[in-house]
């Protein structure tokens, strides 16, 4: 989705809030085919961010002549469907020239929940806009970006559930050879733990 038509940009003297990252050896991203870059974790308003960035544009969503900018709500456990966050955001892009720097605002607050951990600018900065020197963007192989988060509304949480389907799953067999079940006391028993999935499994039997 095309997010440039749900922002305006302003020259703003005043450096983020929250966050700012500057990518040194800019140029070495395309050499060693870098799609994205993610910037460590943050934190604002009681949540943890991170920002991506996509030196030539965000391929999933057909980007072009464009660099991409996001801003990603970090640290959620799994894909839950019955949380949300409320946020006002501005990403920001600094003019090495003059010191201000360009900031991009949605005009409405987003919902960052478990199916949309990230909002922001597919169409950040045009890349020839982007690499012009004497637009300060990018200097001397460097540029500096920044965001600012505020969160409207606490997550708020109610019952869900979530599939997950395994294409091609593989069915695994485990047997348990119990020696001396007729000595067997204790309530419950279990096997020794065997591995399936990654997942560490073991077998209880209960004896009532």
Known sequence: MNMTSLNFDEQDDAPPTHYMIKIQSLSLLSVHSLEKYESGVFEAGGYKWKLVFYPNGNKSRNVKEHISLYLVLAGANGPQT??????????????QNTGKYLALQEKNERRFHGMKLDWGFDQFLSLKAFTDTSNGYVMEDACVFGAEVFVRKEKSICKG????????????KHVWKIDKFSKLNAESNDSQTF???DQKWCISLLID
């Open 161 to 172: 559930e979530c599939l997950s389907m395994i294409k091609d799953a593989v069915m695994y």
């Open 195 to 197: 591995i399936v999935g």
């Open 82 to 95: 019955c949380w949300e966050v409320h946020a006002a955001f501005r990403l920001f892009l600094l003019d």
